[in-house]
């Protein structure tokens, strides 16, 4: 496992002129990050006490320690929001932290190299697998399903996949 600090969300701007945020949250149930907090920058600079005050569209708003103006909210657009691992709960055996399966490599059912995972893509159906590799003349988007990918094995860093069929047409 690679970080012991986990994104579980971001922050989307200033929601009104108190201090409150927009707040994207990317736990599975979106109102469950409240349960998480305190929340940390990246750097672990900053710390979060953190209140949900509503759902606004594509998110929640709430209120955030040491926020209180319209100005503070807007600076921090786009700033992750993360947790320590130990705070999250354990996932079952065929479930995983986006974070853990960014940089695996990435092999077919015959052993041969296909490329690495670049980020864990959700355009709303499902996951989605970006591949960067070395026969690639572009990424290739590999759906991260228990066909496609019949095995992840974090400890050896990596996952064998079987892509459906010309899905990676350029890889050697």
Same mark, same amino acid.
Do not use: W
């Given at each position: 496992m690679k970080s012991d600090l986990i994104c579980v969300g971001a922050i989307g701007g200033a929601y009104g002129v108190q201090g409150e945020v927009r707040l994207k949250s990317f736990t599975s149930e979106p109102t469950a990050i409240a349960e998480y907090a305190p929340l940390y920058t990246e750097d672990q600079t900053r710390e979060f006490d953190l209140v949900l005050?509503?759902?606004?569209?594509?998110?929640?708003s709430a209120r955030m320690s040491g926020i209180v103006s319209k100005e503070e909210a807007d600076a921090l657009k786009g700033t992750d929001l993360f947790v320590p691992r130990d705070r999250l709960p354990s996932l079952p055996d065929d479930e995983f932290y986006h974070t853990d399966l960014v940089g695996l490599t990435v092999y077919d059912t015959g052993g041969a190299l296909l490329g690495e995972v670049r980020s864990v893509q959700n355009h709303g159906a499902s996951d989605l697998l970006e591949i960067d590799g070395p026969g690639l003349k572009t990424t290739a988007l590999l759906p991260f399903t228990r066909a496609a990918v019949p095995t992840v /094995?974090?400890?050896? $860093?990596?996952?064998?996949? /079987?892509?459906?069929? $010309?899905?990676?047409?350029?890889?050697?």
């Amino acid at each position: 496992m690679k970080s012991d600090l986990i994104c579980v969300g971001a922050i989307g701007g200033a929601y009104g002129v108190q201090g409150e945020v927009r707040l994207k949250s990317f736990t599975s149930e979106p109102t469950a990050i409240a349960e998480y907090a305190p929340l940390y920058t990246e750097d672990q600079t900053r710390e979060f006490d953190l209140v949900l005050t509503g759902r606004v569209k594509k998110g929640l708003s709430a209120r955030m320690s040491g926020i209180v103006s319209k100005e503070e909210a807007d600076a921090l657009k786009g700033t992750d929001l993360f947790v320590p691992r130990d705070r999250l709960p354990s996932l079952p055996d065929d479930e995983f932290y986006h974070t853990d399966l960014v940089g695996l490599t990435v092999y077919d059912t015959g052993g041969a190299l296909l490329g690495e995972v670049r980020s864990v893509q959700n355009h709303g159906a499902s996951d989605l697998l970006e591949i960067d590799g070395p026969g690639l003349k572009t990424t290739a988007l590999l759906p991260f399903t228990r066909a496609a990918v019949p095995t992840v /094995d974090l400890a050896a $860093g990596k996952i064998i996949a /079987d892509p459906p069929e $010309g899905l990676l047409p350029d890889a050697p």
